[in-house]
């Protein structure tokens, strides 16, 4: 299957919206099929793709904000990607930093590590509700806790 023809621009952003809405991933794909005629196959791919982007993200702001790639490594084997999945996601979001003008400033470091903590409680969140990274249970909602408390964090700064 080529991820490439998978779907249009608008396909993905639709999937884009929908997960960030909280619909679960079967949600997502279901959408997909009905309201912009995709396969079934295409829909998993767009669905998938999206994810791993919003993954990837999350790693890239880790990284610029001076999380050592080990650990991001850690976090991403701990939401049941294998060490090689990780390594190359860390890799790929290195390489993206190193190209990019655009690095979060260190003064909203901790409201961008608290945003992309809470990405990743949703996606847990997802993950849990639809079986796709299926965790221990609260295991999203606790995330986002703690999101939101590292967010409030990095707000206080002046």
Known sequence: MNST????PEDYQLAATLLA???????????LVE????????AATVTREILLHMIGEQAR???ANGDP????????????????AATAIV???????TTSSEAPSRSNGAALLGGVVTVAGALLLIGNISGF???????GFLT???????????????
């Open 133 to 139: 990274f299926p965790t221990f249970p609260y295991a």
């Open 91 to 97: 890799t790929h979001a290195q390489q993206h930093l």
């Open 144 to 158: 986002m806790l703690a999101g939101g408390a590292i967010s409030s964090l990095g707000g206080k700064q002046t």
């Open 69 to 84: 790639a080990g650990d991001v490594e850690q976090s991403l084997r701990e939401m049941r990607f294998d060490a090689e």
């Open 61 to 63: 702001n880790r990284l």
């Open 5 to 8: 023809n998978a779907g249009t």
């Open 21 to 31: 809405e909280g619909r679960t991933t079967d949600e997502v794909r279901q959408t």
């Open 35 to 42: 309201q912009q005629h995709l396969t079934g196959d295409e």
